[in-house]
T-cell receptor
Framework: ETGVTQTPRHLVMGMTNKKSLKCEQH?????MYWYKQSAKKPLELMFV???????ENNSVPSRFSPECPNSSHLFLHLHTLQPEDSALYLC????????????????FGNGTRLTVT | QKEVEQDPGPLSVPEGAIVSLNCTYS??????FMWYRQYSRKGPELLMY??SSGNKEDGRFTAQVDKSSKYISLFIRDSQPSDSATYLC????????????WGAGTKLIIKP
């Protein structure tokens, strides 16, 4: 496989459930990201990892918990979500964080469409 | 005030038309901007980037920055149905920073 792979593609969960989103990249990149994409809103950066170390947490509620066991894998653990958390969750990777955005562009997965009922 | 603004569309044009997609921005301290393209049910992908000092052409696509009016444009010549997608513009938080400030995207539909 190549690129950035996200599973599952679709997820429906109740507010009391616990679920996890998985992301895997086969590009040899060192930085990985979680973004939230809601309809007609700009992409929201949630978390950033560089060489497995979390470097960014953009005031994300604690009901979202990221995990990065190695540079190729990224998880987003979900618990007690709210209906307003329904969105497309995108994982991305880039070579590193030291270069400008155009030198080290983001490579996105196809996202997990999350619906919270 | 939003940092980067885009008309969400949808913008619907016939095949072969010249398409103009636009973004406005509020902070002019940056040297480059990017356009990402997102097909339906896919993640965004980098289409092209351009410095704020002029135009950049890549095949049928031209990116243009007008610093005086704080306007970023993407032109598509000889538009094709395969160009139907959402186009996102973005600028870096700072020129050397990996973080991006995104527009909300414009949905483009090219009718055969």
């Amino acid at each position: 496989e190549t690129g950035v792979t996200q599973t599952p593609r679709h997820l429906v969960m109740g507010m009391t459930n616990k679920k996890s989103l998985k992301c895997e990249q086969h590009l040899g990149h060192n930085a990985m990201y979680w973004y939230k994409q809601s309809a007609k809103k700009p992409l929201e950066l949630m978390f950033v990892y560089n060489f497995k170390e979390q470097t960014e947490n953009n005031s994300v509620p604690s009901r979202f918990s990221p995990e990065c066991p190695n540079s190729s894998h990224l998880f987003l653990h979900l618990h007690t979500l709210q209906p307003e958390d329904s969105a497309l969750y995108l994982c991305a990777s880039s070579q590193d964080l030291t270069s400008s955005s155009y030198n080290s562009p983001l490579h996105f997965g196809n996202g997990t469409r999350l619906t919270v009922t | 005030q939003k940092e980067v603004e885009q008309d969400p569309g949808p913008l619907s044009v016939p095949e072969g038309a010249i398409v103009s997609l636009n973004c406005t921005y509020s902070n002019s301290a940056f040297q480059y901007f990017m356009w990402y393209r997102q097909y339906s049910r896919k993640g965004p992908e980098l289409l092209m980037y351009t410095y704020s000092s002029g135009n950049k052409e890549d095949g049928r696509f031209t990116a243009q920055v007008d610093k005086s009016s704080k306007y970023i444009s993407l032109f598509i010549r000889d538009s094709q149905p395969s160009d139907s997608a959402t186009y996102l513009c973005a600028r870096p938080l700072t020129d050397s920073n990996y973080q991006l400030i995104w527009g909300a995207g414009t949905k483009l539909i090219i009718k055969p």
